[in-house]
């Protein structure tokens, strides 16, 4: 063969699979060929004499060929390096045709969301680039299409991601589902990672292993989920009580451990996972990359979407704890009597530890790990076990535990999510992969009885797919006579015979073993040499070691034939049955009754009446796995089948690294090259004549003649379509064969003529409804013109006659002439009633100031509230009440007042006590924030049925108060007093009050609302002190959000409260005095006046005491001793004295109570007349003073106030213990 430089070619430099090069230099003569390379992104020079391992390549350009039937140049090293050109570019998908090959990444890509989703929901398989996704839309469409059963199988060897590509179709069909409801769906996602938690684990090969096959019908209606069912195959028992080196036992263990909460571990006698001996034989405990704590929590979310019940879940862990406990038990050999050798329990602990787990009796447990009981003519027989069968024993125990409650999850998830109408559905198969832990004779001990099972499966997964893809399709092709040349496959038929054919296959000369008593491992390994040691596919080893070798399609396996017979029978004696199902757990005991049920002896009856007892066969475990997967392969035939190749890249699970070695073999043993072969050259898409002629119909050009045969319409409707595709398709005798490009053109063109049909039957739908709506609108506009036209022609005639009528009462108006007359009375009139409407426009444009500040600050209706009987009835006296003193009694200081010589500080932690805090912890079901509408419960927690009923009142009444537009003056006053004096009257009442006005003033937008608010909090706290607990909290609030200057003066009233009344209120609501106050954020001050005659104005606030006030005008007059002094006022020659102790502003405030206010117990002391030197004194009503101020938090001294004027005695006309300073009511 000539080469040419430049010309691309494949050629083996001797490193086990061929390169692409391209050729730098032919030598002709000498047969000598230099080719340059690409090894490792290094270019490199070969120079090749032997010629034969050179062959012309195909350029498979910079991402390869996303569809292998396409390859011109097929062989091994055009699929291998087209999979290693699109697996670096990461592209992990390739198509062969219909079948998916997927390389497993060993990390996740970005492409699963949801726009990928919708990317390749209702496309054509082929035209978009491979995806996983366009497998789970094709089987989608072809069940919705063709309402046929879909089958999805996922094969490859242990680590290829079979698990994970079953997790993205199971994703995408989710995705597309139709249903309202996304319950059922979520139950059937959340079954997968719960199952998975308990199958799989790591082994050599595969972090997440599974360890059990796993079929999964998802039915559907409509394009709706309706529900799914679970089949398990195969779980592996030893790897629970057993593991190699590098190995874990099954994940949930080590998410039970990891993430539990100490009490919890507590609760079921837990630690950590290298404690336990059923965890650390694999040596590490650890799995790189996962992450067992949060597992758990996605194990616990799963059990609750799945509806699993808190006393399930509980008794699942139950069992998961009495397993670990049962593995750590160990024994002491014992000698008995009779030289017999028998066992002591070492751990009596732990036996008491799963006795308390499993609710059943510590002494059985320990008789059933120590002793055989044999039942021999109605006796029971104990034997003592050695120190062999006593380990047996115990993890025979755990194995049936742990078994019976993966049997157990799988049957709870199938009666949660197996329901509703079954009409079609889609199968998905994700079965343990292929495995061979150790090759050759010495590798003895690796592969078991699992591996044979495992290995078994895949050889019948492999015959399934070489039917379908080879065996049925050729001999379709025979049958239908169409040109066809044969392809040679390896068929694996022999070896399936080998292994399960009856009766000398070796899983039935298992079963024959196995139902021998004194039966033996060897003995098996003898008949299976016996029996097969002529057979190509079957290996004897060279060496006496116990062990058989079977050539599978994927490689020569050696198994070690040590504990088949016991895996195989995989019994559990009837006492520890008994035992398990005396517990106290229902789940449990339930679970082993199916045991005992499985091997009850059966009584029949025989002809001549006698009753004979049989004994049944219990099926082993190779019996009922063959059934399965007989069970199986009947299923999946039924269904139409697409299959998914999963492709492990490397041995080390190394992300994005491709071994060429490894990946060329599993190329090899699958068929690949032969299946894209067949997919190439054949044609795996027919159909029958009728029902091609009745889907593409619609491709024929011109009119179909009546009555054409359908073989005649499929021609031409293929002449039409295939131009440019010769050889695409051939016509059998019933059916018509296409190739899968030709169906993808056949399918395209029927959407588009489908898609032009629609869009032309929608153009004349649309014309026609736009014709009809047209002409309804022009006799509407018809219609709307008549009468318009009358209504104008009426509206003239209207005008019309009122103007006749205008006319003639002008032409009447002989009455004008008398206004001659009146005209000077007219003007002297109007010039009064202008000076009486100026007077009354000022006083009305005053209301409505008034009534626009009193609506601007509503925020809720207070119509619908009611107001109390007693608040009624002293409202309705207040009208024909008159104060002693009123608004003009108070005003601004005319002389400087002396500020108080009291100082206060910020509590120094009053920064970690914020509102908020307090409203979490002690409001009763409340959030915090305005409300516009009457509460239902209190703020804060009442023992009294009172209090609970007096909250929501007082509720109202703030919400009325801060509502109520109409609310003003003396009313205005009574009703906020009214609500202070609730605190007054009720210590209980205090806090609740505050948190109420707190809460109203919390981001109230409305700034006269909230200051209304503000006003009314200033006053509550200007008769009360908040209780200890909320004091810091309510201290907080104020400094932080108080309004206009509320702020400073709510502070100064908390902390003034906090020093001096030592939580103790006043006795009675506050003063007008102190209204007018806390509506200017200013100071007060009251005029006294002194026995000599002079007058004194000393600053005051709400908790200022008699004695205080008394000593601070002392001071000023220069009296040293000052203590022991009060005042007194005086009043309709009545005096009121209080002692020192007592609040000044109460002196007030029961003067200014209207008539039948509710009042407090008071010390206040009347005496009866005035003494005789104050004869003389004038009796004047007080004029209480307020300062001009500034607000608190811009200046110290924010006002100037005058007070009651005060008369001081001196101490002889007082008590003899004590010196009183009598206030009189005076005028300034």
């Known amino acids: 063969?000539?080469?040419?430089?430049?010309?691309?070619?494949?050629?083996?430099?001797?490193?086990?699979?061929?390169?692409?090069?391209?050729?730098?230099?032919?030598?002709?003569?000498?047969?000598?060929?230099?080719?340059?390379?690409?090894?490792?992104?290094?270019?490199?020079?070969?120079?090749?004499?032997?010629?034969?391992?050179?062959?012309?390549?195909?350029d498979l350009g910079p991402t390869g060929v996303e569809d292998m039937i396409c390859l011109s140049d097929l062989n091994e090293a055009s699929l291998l390096w087209n999979l290693k050109i699109r697996y670096d570019k990461e592209m992990i998908y390739t198509y062969t045709g219909s079948i998916l090959v997927a390389v497993n990444p060993y990390r996740m890509f970005d492409i699963y969301g949801l726009d990928t989703v919708k990317k390749y929901e209702g496309q054509i398989l082929g035209t978009l680039p491979p995806h996983i996704f366009a497998i789970g839309s094709a089987a989608y469409s072809r069940m919705s299409k063709d309402s046929t059963n879909q089958c999805v199988v996922i094969s490859g060897e242990s680590g290829a991601g079979k698990t994970e590509s079953t997790k993205l179709i199971m994703q995408y069909l989710a995705a597309v589902n139709k249903s309202q409801s996304n319950l059922i769906t979520e139950q059937i996602l959340e079954a997968s990672p719960l199952l998975e938690s308990f199958g799989n684990a790591k082994t050599i090969k595969n972090d997440n292993s599974s360890r059990f096959g796993k079929y999964l019908e998802v039915y559907f209606k409509d394009g709706v989920i309706t529900g799914a069912r679970i089949t398990e195959y195969l779980l592996e028992k030893s790897r629970i009580v057993t593991q190699a080196h590098e190995e874990r036992n099954y994940h949930v263990f080590y998410e039970l451990l990891a993430g539990l909460p100490e009490e919890s571990k507590a609760k079921y006698g837990l630690t950590s996972a290298d404690k336990y001996f059923y965890l650390n034989q694999g040596g590490s405990c650890q799995l790189e990359g996962k992450y067992d704590g949060e597992d758990l929590q996605a194990l616990l979310s799963a059990m609750q979407v799945l509806g699993f019940s808190t006393q399930e879940q509980d008794t699942i862990f139950r069992i998961l704890a009495a397993v670990l406990h049962l593995g750590n038990v160990y024994f002491h050999r014992k000698q008995l009597r009779h030289g017999q050798e028998g066992v002591e329990i070492g751990s009596e602990a732990e036996i008491k530890w799963a006795s308390h787990l499993l609710q059943i009796d510590d002494v059985g447990i320990k008789r059933a790990l120590t002793t055989k009981i044999t039942e021999a003519r109605n006796e029971r027989v104990f034997t003592p076990l050695n120190i062999d069968q006593a380990l047996d024993a115990r993890d025979a125990v755990a194995k049936a535990l742990y078994s019976s409650l993966f049997s157990w999850l799988v049957r709870r998830i199938n009666q949660i999510i197996h329901k509703g109408s079954r009409k079609t559905h889609i199968s998905i198969l994700d079965i343990f992969g292929f495995e061979i832990f150790k090759v050759g004779p010495r590798g003895c001990g690796e592969n078991s009885f699992e591996q044979l099972c495992i290995n078994y499966a895949n050889e019948k997964l492999q015959f399934h797919f070489n039917k379908h893809i080879f065996k049925l399709e050729q001999q379709e092709y025979a049958k239908e006579k169409i040109d066809w040349q044969n392809i040679e496959f390896q068929d694996n038929l022999?070896?399936?015979?080998?292994?399960?054919?009856?009766?000398?296959?070796?899983?039935?000369?298992?079963?024959?073993?196995?139902?021998?008593?004194?039966?033996?491992?060897?003995?098996?390994?003898?008949?299976?040499?016996?029996?097969?040691?002529?057979?190509?596919?079957?290996?004897?080893?060279?060496?006496?070691?116990?062990?058989?070798?079977?050539?599978?399609?994927?490689?020569?396996?050696?198994?070690?034939?040590?504990?088949?017979?016991?895996?195989?029978?995989?019994?559990?004696?009837?006492?520890?049955?008994?035992?398990?199902?005396?517990?106290?757990?229902?789940?449990?005991?339930?679970?082993?009754?199916?045991?005992?049920?499985?091997?009850?002896?059966?009584?029949?009856?025989?002809?001549?009446?006698?009753?004979?007892?049989?004994?049944?066969?219990?099926?082993?475990?190779?019996?009922?796995?063959?059934?399965?997967?007989?069970?199986?392969?009947?299923?999946?035939?039924?269904?139409?089948?697409?299959?998914?190749?999963?492709?492990?890249?490397?041995?080390?699970?190394?992300?994005?690294?491709?071994?060429?070695?490894?990946?060329?073999?599993?190329?090899?043993?699958?068929?690949?090259?032969?299946?894209?072969?067949?997919?190439?050259?054949?044609?795996?898409?027919?159909?029958?004549?009728?029902?091609?002629?009745?889907?593409?119909?619609?491709?024929?050009?011109?009119?179909?003649?009546?009555?054409a045969p359908s073989k005649e319409i499929c021609r031409v409707v293929l002449d039409s379509v295939s131009r440019g595709t010769r050889g695409a398709f051939q016509l059998g005798t019933t059916k018509i064969f296409l190739r899968e490009a030709l169906e993808q053109i056949l399918e395209q063109e029927r959407y588009k003529r489908l898609s032009h049909s629609v869009v032309t039957l929608q153009r004349h739908v649309r014309g026609y409804l736009a014709r009809r709506r047209y002409r309804t609108q022009q006799r509407s506009a018809v219609l709307i013109q008549a009468v318009v036209r009358m209504w104008s022609t009426r509206r003239r005639y209207r005008n019309l006659r009122l103007a006749v009528v205008k006319a003639q009462a002008l032409a009447r108006g002989k009455s004008t002439r008398i206004r001659f007359a009146r005209l000077k009375e007219e003007m002297a009139r109007r010039k009064r009633a202008e000076e009486l409407a100026k007077q009354r426009a000022e006083r009305e444009a005053l209301q409505n100031q008034a009534e626009q500040e009193r609506v601007q600050r509503s925020v809720a209706g207070v119509n619908h509230l009611e107001i109390p009987a007693e608040l009624a009835f002293i409202l309705s006296k207040v009208n024909d009440w008159q104060k002693p003193h009123g608004e003009r009694n108070i005003v601004r200081a005319g002389a400087p007042v002396r500020p108080a010589a009291i100082h206060y500080n910020l509590p120094h932690d009053i920064d970690y006590h914020p509102y908020s805090k307090f409203t979490s912890i002690y409001f009763k079901s409340h959030i915090w924030g305005m409300k516009r509408e009457p509460i239902k419960t209190p703020f804060l927690s009442k023992s009294r049925d009172a209090d609970y009923s007096d909250s929501l009142a007082v509720f109202k009444l703030i919400l009325r108060f801060m509502n109520d537009h109409t609310l003003s003056g003396v009313r205005e006053t009574v009703l906020g007093n009214y609500i202070a004096n609730k605190g007054l009257m009720n210590d209980r009442m205090q806090d609740e009050i505050l948190c109420q006005l707190c809460n109203q003033t919390w981001r109230n937008d409305n700034t006269a609302n909230a200051e209304r608010g503000w006003v009314l909090l200033a006053n509550c706290l200007s008769v009360f002190p908040p209780s200890s607990t909320l004091y810091k909290y309510i201290l907080k609030h104020v400094s932080d959000h108080g309004l206009n200057g509320y702020a400073g003066l709510c502070q100064r009233k908390l902390l003034s409260s906090y020093k001096r009344s030592s939580g103790v209120a006043r006795s009675f609501p506050p003063t007008d005095l102190e209204w007018r106050a806390n509506r200017k954020r200013a100071r007060m001050a009251l005029e006294a006046r002194f026995p000599d005659g002079n007058v004194g104005i000393g600053e005051v606030d709400s908790w200022t005491t008699a004695e205080e006030f008394a000593s601070g005008l002392l001071e000023e007059r220069g009296v040293i001793e000052t203590s022991g002094w009060t005042v007194a006022i005086i009043e309709d020659d009545a005096i009121t004295e209080t002692p020192g102790l007592e609040y000044v502003l109460d002196l007030i405030g029961e003067r200014e109570l209207p008539p039948a206010f509710p009042k407090c117990n008071s010390s206040l002391l009347p005496t009866g007349a005035q003494p005789e030197r104050r004869v003389s004194a004038p009796v004047l009503l007080p004029q209480l003073v307020v300062t001009d101020g500034e607000p608190i938090e811009e200046s110290p001294v924010v006002a100037r106030s005058l007070t009651f004027p005060l008369v001081l005695q001196d101490p002889v006309s007082a008590s003899p213990n004590k010196k009183v300073v009598t206030g009189g009511i005076g005028g300034t």
């Not at 691309?8 to 490193?15: A, N, Q």
């Not at 057979?535 to 040590?562: C, D, T």
């Not at 045991?595 to 009850?600: G, I, P």
């Open 1 to 58: 063969m000539e080469y040419e430089k430049g010309d691309l070619v494949w050629f083996d430099p001797g490193l086990g699979y061929v390169l692409p090069g391209e050729v730098m230099e032919f030598h002709r003569a000498g047969q000598v060929i230099t080719v340059q390379a690409v090894i490792g992104g290094k270019s490199q020079v070969f120079t090749l004499t032997n010629l034969s391992s050179v062959r012309r390549r195909q």
């Open 494 to 707: 022999p070896l399936i015979e080998l292994v399960a054919r009856k009766p000398v296959g070796i899983l039935h000369l298992l079963d024959d073993e196995s139902n021998f008593p004194k039966a033996t491992d060897h003995s098996f390994l003898e008949k299976c040499h016996y029996n097969h040691a002529l057979n190509e596919l079957y290996s004897r080893p060279r060496m006496s070691s116990m062990e058989f070798g079977i050539k599978h399609y994927a490689g020569q396996v050696w198994y070690s034939v040590e504990g088949f017979l016991d895996k195989n029978r995989d019994t559990l004696r009837n006492d520890v049955v008994e035992l398990l199902i005396s517990s106290k757990l229902s789940m449990l005991s339930e679970m082993f009754l199916d045991v005992r049920l499985s091997s009850e002896n059966k009584t029949l009856t025989k002809a001549n009446g006698r009753f004979v007892t049989m004994k049944p066969r219990t099926p082993t475990v190779a019996a009922r796995f063959n059934d399965s997967l007989t069970h199986l392969m009947e299923g999946m035939a039924k269904c139409n089948p697409w299959f998914i190749r999963c492709i492990k890249p490397n041995n080390e699970k190394a992300p994005l690294k491709l071994d060429m070695p490894c990946v060329l073999e599993q190329l090899r043993y699958s068929g690949m090259l032969e299946t894209i072969k067949i997919r190439q050259q054949g044609f795996p898409v027919r159909l029958r004549f009728n029902h091609f002629a009745d889907r593409y119909r619609c491709l024929v050009p011109g009119q179909v003649p009546r009555g």
